[in-house]
């Protein structure tokens, strides 16, 4: 005997992150109503992070770097943080620049030591 799916949405695990999608250019008009976007998914989901998909922004820019600050800053007010989806190479540097460190998904968080084999040097080792 088989049975197909129940009815109704498929079955969604816990552990699935919240997700915001930042798509063209965002105008500051828009930032409140993003604010509050975010801060209702830490509150509705009860998740600890938003995770804010960034690949379609387009050129990284300072308008860009304001957003995020102001995105980080709305979800620690709601107890929570945003996570970084696809960011350009050029948007982290730039974030990196001014001082925003934001976690990127697919990266060891900075508390985890990565992995790896790490040798040993002994002081009577030839130079290589």
Known sequence: M?????????FVDA?????????????????????AEVSA???DTGAATVVCDVGG???P?????????????AARRAGGRIRLRSPD??????LGLVGLGFETEGQPEQREPP?????????GDPPV
Request: charged share 10%.
């Open 61 to 73: 820019g300072l308008a860009h770097v304001d957003l995020l600050a102001r995105l980080q800053l």
């Open 15 to 35: 552990m699935t992150p919240a997700v915001l999608v930042l798509s063209g250019p965002v105008t500051r008009a828009e930032l409140p109503r993003l604010s």
């Open 115 to 123: 992995l790896g084999v790490e040798e040993a040097v002994q002081s």
């Open 89 to 94: 190479p050029a948007l982290t540097a730039l």
């Open 2 to 10: 088989s049975y197909g799916p129940g009815p109704g949405l498929p």
């Open 57 to 59: 922004l387009g050129p």
């Open 41 to 43: 998914l830490l509150r």
